[in-house]
């Protein structure tokens, strides 16, 4: 069976079916900025708790699957207790929102990523809506 390939456009507001969302944010004493330039317009991450991160502004539909979401650790040798997972959770396609949790290399223990450190998240959603 060949390959499907998804193709989406954005017209004012209404989206064509499934939707990618790209995130990518560069974190600093435990905040995310993220990057406009590589971020679809509206998302957003923020600080739950130590290690927990909100992902808010995602387009609204049916169903959400998660297709990327890895960190780069701003070193080629990074220490044992810097973060070394972004792992998503709770994914709600109705509400546009999820989390992202970062766990630590030596406990295990969510911990803030490090200065400096990059998250890239890549979600598709079904919205429901053809154009």
């Not at 989206?15 to 600093?28: G, H, I, M, R, Y």
């Not at 808010?56 to 701003?74: K, S």
Request: glycine letters at 10%; hydrophobic letters at 35%; charged letters at 20%.
């Amino acid at each position: 069976m060949a390959a499907q390939h998804y193709y989406f456009e954005r017209i004012g507001d209404v989206w064509a079916d499934p939707v990618e969302a790209k995130l990518q944010a560069t974190f600093s004493s435990g905040v995310a900025t993220v990057d406009t330039s590589t971020t679809d317009p509206g998302l957003t991450l923020t600080r739950d708790t130590t290690g927990d991160y909100d992902v808010a502004g995602l387009p609204r539909g049916r169903r959400v699957h998660v297709t990327g979401c890895y960190i780069d650790p701003a070193s080629d040798t990074p220490a044992t207790t810097t973060v070394k997972a972004a792992l998503p959770r709770s994914f709600n396609a109705t509400a546009g929102t999820g989390k992202v949790l970062f766990y630590r290399g030596d406990t295990g223990a969510l911990a803030d990523p490090a200065d400096g450190m990059r998250v890239f998240l890549t979600v598709k959603v079904e919205t429901g809506v053809y154009s």
